[in-house]
């Protein structure tokens, strides 16, 4: 991962610090970990190697902020804090996250395998996870369900996990698409059911 003054190409992810995250994600999600040099994000990003240096200092430092700018990216395009009040919508917000930007999606799979080997990713990939927890947990909360909240906010997290990893693997996008409406549907039961009995 020598530092190259070479001049990179023009890049696809426009400029500065994001258009090096978009670009890590990317080589991830396309050579894996193994993959991820200084080198491959630069020409990536259509910058020179020093560059990647000068904003993320180390390579954990990098993965770490790819990371973390993959949750937010996932979280802003998925809607995940309003698709739980959005009974119109919700399965199609999270088809589109899926069919727009699956990259973001396999990269984050790839931290997470990657953790098991390697302990320094656990924070990065528990704090992941937490991220997802805690905007679903306020979007079932404008929703209604505030009965053992964050319980409920993580057992939805993890179908929905499972259900893109299965449409990453190649489960057809109609099939994904009727499961995450029994999905909401469950969030919906969960919502009256409480009301009902005074719980929320």
């Known amino acids: 991962m020598a530092p190259s003054s070479a001049p990179a190409s023009p890049s696809k992810y426009g400029k500065g610090r994001e258009a090096l995250l978009r670009a890590v994600v990317d080589v991830v999600a396309h050579k894996g970990l193994r993959g991820l040099t200084y080198r491959a994000v630069a020409e ?13 200092g180390s390579r954990d ?71 997802y927890v805690d905007a679903l947990a306020a979007g079932l ?9 964050r319980v409920v906010a993580r057992t939805l997290f993890a179908a929905l996990d499972g259900l893109v990893l299965q449409y990453l693997a190649g489960v057809s996008r109609e099939e994904i698409a009727a499961a995450l409406e029994e ?8 919502r ?3 009301a009902a009995s005074g719980l929320t």
């Open 141 to 149: 909360e404008a929703f209604g369900v505030t009965a053992h909240v």
């Open 44 to 56: 990536a990003a259509g910058v020179n190697n020093t560059l990647v240096a000068h904003h993320f």
């Open 192 to 194: 009256d059911g409480a």
């Open 61 to 131: 430092a990098l993965i770490a902020a790819a990371l973390q700018w993959a949750s937010e990216q996932s979280i802003a395009a998925s809607r995940l804090r309003d698709a739980a009040q959005q009974e119109a919508t919700f399965t199609e917000a999270l088809m589109d996250l899926l069919l727009t930007d699956p990259e973001l999606q396999v990269f984050q799979y790839e931290m997470i395998l990657e953790a098991r080997r390697r302990p320094e990713l656990a924070g990065p990939v528990a704090a992941l996870y937490e991220s």
């Open 183 to 190: 999905v909401h549907q469950v969030v919906i039961l969960r």
